[in-house]
């Protein structure tokens, strides 16, 4: 790695955990750079703008997350059953999640708050994430059961991104809290 990419790279993590800890309001290019070990305008070398910054970020946790969970399931192979497939990602999601991750993390914080077409542009790069989530559920659902996917999918995302902003290390780790997750949704969704 270069210095250029060691900067960028010491930038993007910096924001992001900026981004996850204060959200995009209280987000301070100073801090940013300081958290990054160097000076304000040397962010200007890596990104044109803050807006650029932040939507790298964005883009960086929706890649990272829905990498982790594509190879949490693929690795189950094909002939699984797909209620564990969907039992595997919903795991593989709150561990991740729950694992520290800052860039997942500022997505879930600071997405709603994005500006218009950074938001519109985020939401492209989401797609590949909605829909595998959206194979999987399908998938799962058995024959006769009218469950609308769509809005489990959006439920059960919603459900599970919000596991960062009230999680706490205490009695249950993130693989307990990750396995009720999946109990409380697929017996209600699937039962």
């Known amino acids: 790695m270069n210095d250029t990419d060691s900067g960028k790279k010491r930038i993007l993590d910096s924001a992001a955990f900026i981004l996850s800890t204060k959200g995009l309001g209280a987000a301070r290019l100073s801090e940013i750079a300081q958290g990054a070990g160097m000076l304000a305008p040397s962010i200007y070398h890596h990104f044109k703008s803050k807006d650029e910054l932040v939507e790298q970020v964005m883009l960086a946790g929706i890649y990272n997350n829905t ?58 790069a989401y797609a590949t994430f909605d829909n595998y989530w959206r194979d999987l559920l399908t998938a799962a659902v058995p024959e006769g059961n009218d469950a609308q996917a769509t809005v489990a999918r959006k439920f059960l995302i919603a459900m599970l991104d919000s596991c960062p902003t009230w999680y ?24």
């Open 67 to 124: 990498r982790h969970i594509v190879a949490k399931v693929e690795v189950l192979g094909a002939a699984t059953p797909p209620v564990e497939r969907l039992r595997a990602a919903i795991i593989a999601h709150v561990e991740f999640l729950l694992s520290g991750d800052d860039f997942s993390s500022a997505v879930a914080r600071v997405f709603d708050d994005l500006p218009g077409e950074m938001k519109q542009r985020v939401l492209a």
């Open 168 to 191: 706490r290390a205490g009695r249950l780790g993130p693989t307990q809290i990750a396995n009720q997750a999946a109990d409380l949704f697929l017996k209600g969704f699937l039962g």
